[in-house]
């Protein structure tokens, strides 16, 4: 049974980049009958790089975010894809590996939201021209912070391996190489646009091999009789299927 929790927390000053005032980390977390409930002003406990850049053209903002997992998650024995975010870290920022950008020779940045190339961009393999931060984050067009890889400064200011949970309510660990992707980089060429050799710039780059690594396709293991999701340096970064409930909150785009 997990134990009831109710915090408030006030994590870390950090000065941002674009702007000469501070910001705190403000996140509540606290269980609401079956759920586990975490609510944020969406400022990580880090600072943040500069917004807009070259790569993203959108500013910053501080906004409420609240999401809501299964206090008490349970393995339904079936996997749920597509969902839009992983999940949510204790600071309250969410993890959102995926984009909504796919390859368009026709488009002058190169991606569009069109999708009929069938290339979805990844987050971190066109991290630059994303505009991604140190912290392997930037912001939306809303001005919404979101991880999408490890963030070393997150990482570094929990006391133990617990950085978040998932859209299941499961909870998400980072233990460095202690945990492996089984995702790995495909064989040669793409055969379509934009060709070239797969180096991960896109999901579809990327294919899951069987005990390539010690998780499974959703970046879990069962630890102690607990399933367990980690986020771990290479792709998928963090689990993109999950094996519990998946809460409304992140079925859509936030």
């Given at each position: 049974?997990?134990?009831?929790?109710?915090?408030?927390?006030?994590?870390?000053?950090?000065?941002?980049?674009?702007?000469?005032?501070?910001?705190?980390?403000?996140?509540?977390?606290?269980?609401?009958?079956?759920?586990?409930?975490?609510?944020?002003?969406?400022?990580?406990?880090?600072?943040?790089?500069?917004?807009?850049?070259?790569?993203?053209?959108?500013?910053?903002?501080?906004?409420?975010?609240?999401?809501?997992?299964?206090?008490?998650?349970?393995?339904?024995?079936?996997?749920?894809?597509?969902?839009?975010?992983?999940?949510?870290?204790?600071?309250?920022?969410?993890?959102?590996?995926?984009?909504?950008?796919?390859?368009?020779?026709?488009?002058?940045?190169?991606?569009?939201?069109?999708?009929?190339?069938?290339?979805?961009?990844?987050?971190?393999?066109?991290?630059?021209?994303?505009?991604?931060?140190?912290?392997?984050?930037?912001?939306?067009?809303?001005?919404?912070?979101?991880?999408?890889?490890?963030?070393?400064?997150?990482?570094?200011?929990?006391?133990?391996?617990?950085?978040?949970?998932?859209?299941?309510?499961?909870?998400?660990?980072?233990?460095?190489?202690?945990?492996?992707?089984?995702w790995q980089l495909r064989d040669g060429t793409r055969d379509t646009a934009p060709y070239g050799a797969y180096d991960g710039t896109y999901e579809e780059d990327w294919v899951y091999v069987a005990g390539s690594g010690n998780l499974d396709e959703c970046n879990a293991a069962v630890v102690n009789g607990t399933l367990t999701y980690f986020?771990?340096?290479?792709?998928?970064?963090?689990?993109?299927?999950?094996?519990?409930?998946?809460?409304?909150?992140?079925?859509?785009?936030?």
């Open positions: 049974m997990r134990k009831a929790l109710i915090l408030t927390l006030a994590l870390g000053l950090g000065l941002w980049v674009q702007a000469s005032e501070a910001h705190e980390n403000e996140v509540d977390i606290r269980l609401e009958d079956d759920r586990l409930c975490i609510t944020s002003n969406s400022s990580p406990n880090h600072d943040i790089g500069r917004f807009p850049n070259p790569g993203n053209p959108n500013s910053f903002s501080e906004q409420t975010t609240r999401v809501c997992v299964d206090a008490e998650p349970e393995d339904t024995g079936l996997i749920t894809e597509n969902v839009q975010s992983s999940g949510v870290s204790v600071t309250g920022i969410l993890f959102r590996p995926g984009t909504a950008d796919f390859y368009d020779a026709s488009s002058p940045r190169g991606f569009s939201r069109d999708p009929s190339s069938g290339w979805r961009l990844e987050g971190m393999g066109a991290a630059d021209l994303l505009g991604m931060d140190a912290e392997n984050a930037h912001v939306d067009h809303r001005g919404l912070y979101h991880y999408h890889g490890v963030s070393e400064s997150l990482v570094g200011s929990q006391s133990g391996s617990l950085i978040g949970w998932a859209a299941d309510g499961f909870e998400i660990h980072y233990i460095g190489d202690g945990a492996q992707s089984g986020a771990t340096d290479t792709y998928p970064f963090f689990p993109r299927c999950f094996h519990g409930s998946v809460s409304s909150d992140f079925m859509g785009r936030r």
